[in-house]
């Protein structure tokens, strides 16, 4: 390519070398990939995990009506062509004067908030079933603020023969970017909704929230960015309706995804493959899900998962995971329940590897303060 291009800028007509310079760039951007960066944040029990496996095309987070399933982000990707768009799903996020009575550590929160500073796109989902009460329009607005001051992915740059060209265009998308929405609104759980209408005023409730949001944003950074107040309108958020359950609605959204994409260097995510994570690590979400539907109240939450053994034979694969806890009435409730999240698992585990699963977990009593020095290796 750098070959052709020299000899275009040998050429002596002009007209000749502008107009083959410019049928060079068309194919430099056909051909280059691309990446959008993208966080899914949200009340906690909004449908993030299943919107992320939704979007991927796999199971890639655990999924349950119980608050809070998700502890860490768990990294997806969905590559459509030459684009790679990379979903980081993090835990529900919360005021932190409410940390205290969910019962939640700290860092749980600020996780959510610290995953939307590297992005290039937030999607903001929320119960559209559930009453919008102060405290819910409260974290809305943190969440808008952290998704408007995002400061795009960090990328790692390469030195292969695209770098020159892939930078370059990537600039003129970031500026291209400070026009545009950096989050949307995706109203989910949509069929639990009746009448219809009703969505319609819950737009319209957030869309205030986010108007004043980006209102006294521009107002601050005015001087800054250049930026007038009449153009809030192309910063506004799209708001899409969706049910992540019935998979209604995550087609637009997808292709809405696809095209704020920008060139990249490199995609984190292989090819073909929806995940980062290893294979333990996915039995680990998959197997959490399950205790996570089956045991009550907090119990779930102060279940630490161990892998011991993960082994592929000729006729299947072997799991041994230990089910680790710190108080003996938690080990008599996961015991009461260990064949129900064992033989539901397994199932499972067999759908995704395709062949025989032998699976076996074991509840562990750990006496020890310290819940998080808690061996942890997989063979």
């Known amino acids: 390519m750098f070959s052709i291009r020299s000899s275009v800028a040998k050429l002596r007509n002009p007209l000749v070398a502008r107009s083959l310079q410019q049928s060079l760039s068309t194919l430099d951007a056909s051909n280059v990939r691309k990446r959008l960066d993208v966080a899914i944040v949200g009340a906690p029990n909004a ?24 502890r860490t982000d768990v990294l997806g990707a969905r590559t459509v062509g030459n684009t790679q768009i990379v979903f980081k799903d993090t835990p529900g996020f919360l005021r932190l004067e409410n940390a205290k009575e ?6 749980l929160i600020i996780t959510a908030a610290a995953e939307m500073q590297y992005v290039d796109f937030c999607l903001l989902v929320v119960d559209s079933a559930r ?13 808008m603020i952290g998704a408007i001051n995002s400061k795009g992915r960090i990328e790692e740059d390469s030195d292969d023969e695209e770098s020159e060209t892939v930078n370059e265009n990537r600039k003129k998308s970031s500026v291209d970017a400070r026009e545009t929405s950096k989050f949307a609104i995706v109203l989910n759980k949509v069929d639990l909704v009746d009448p219809k209408n009703q969505l319609i005023d819950l737009a319209m409730e957030i869309g205030e929230v986010a108007d004043a949001c980006l209102a006294d944003h521009v107002t601050k950074g005015k001087e800054a960015n250049g930026m007038e107040f009449e153009q809030l309108l192309n910063i506004a958020p799209v708001v899409f309706y969706v049910s992540a359950l019935e998979e209604e609605g ?3 959204l997808l292709e809405f995804l696809l095209e704020k994409a920008s060139p990249c260097t490199s995609w984190p995510v292989e090819p073909g493959k929806s995940t980062n994570m290893t294979t333990p690590e996915q039995v680990q979400e ?11 109240r907090e ?28 108080t003996k009435s938690h080990q ?3 015991l009461s329940s260990l064949h129900r999240i064992q033989s539901t698992a397994e199932n499972d585990l067999k759908e995704l590897f395709k062949c025989d699963v032998s699976l076996r977990l074991h509840v562990k009593l750990n006496k020890s303060k310290q819940r998080r020095n808690v061996e942890d290796y997989s063979t």
Request: hydrophobic share 40%.
């Open 250 to 252: 995550v087609d637009d």
């Open 102 to 107: 969910e019962r939640l550590d700290r860092d």
């Open 131 to 143: 009453t919008l009460t102060d405290n819910y329009r409260h974290a809305l607005v943190q969440l």
């Open 332 to 334: 008599k409730l996961v």
């Open 286 to 296: 998959l197997i959490r899900e399950k205790i996570y539907r089956i045991l009550h």
């Open 47 to 70: 449908g993030k995990s299943q919107l992320l496996n939704v979007l991927t095309q796999t199971k890639v987070a655990a999924v349950s009506r119980k608050r809070h399933t998700t």
């Open 299 to 326: 119990l779930p939450h102060n279940v630490h998962q161990v892998n011991r053994l993960f082994r592929r034979v000729d006729d299947g694969v072997i799991i041994h995971q230990d089910l680790v806890v710190f």
